[in-house]
């Protein structure tokens, strides 16, 4: 199974631009917006609990259990469990309500 990508991304800047052009359309006046100032500064600081969410997600997937469903689904031996997977998504609807 792979993922690919279906929409082009763009930039933050690529949005501002766009957004710059769309109104010198309207004023059909060309104008530069001004440069931020080189004294300009922002300081973001992280707490602790944002930087352990962070390295949580190093180890969401596991790969090694990854590979072996594929091998298993490859070689033809993956045995699916549906009433083990009926009982897990009916218990998560009940938690939801």
């Given amino acids: 199974m792979s993922i690919d990508a279906t929409k082009s991304i763009t930039t933050i800047s690529g949005i ?5 052009v769309n109104e ?3 004023n059909h006046t060309a104008s530069v917006p001004p440069k931020m ?7 973001v ?3 602790q609990d944002a930087m352990h969410l962070l390295h949580a997600t190093d180890k969401d997937v596991d790969e090694e259990k990854i590979e072996r469903i594929k091998q298993a689904i490859i070689n033809g031996a993956l ?11 009916i218990n998560q609807l009940l938690e939801d309500i």
């Fill in 24 to 26: 010198q359309q309207k």
């Fill in 37 to 43: 100032s080189a004294k300009a500064s922002t300081t």
């Fill in 45 to 47: 600081s992280i707490t």
């Fill in 79 to 89: 045995a699916i469990d549906t009433h083990k997977i009926a009982d897990k998504l």
């Fill in 16 to 20: 501002v631009s766009r957004d710059i």
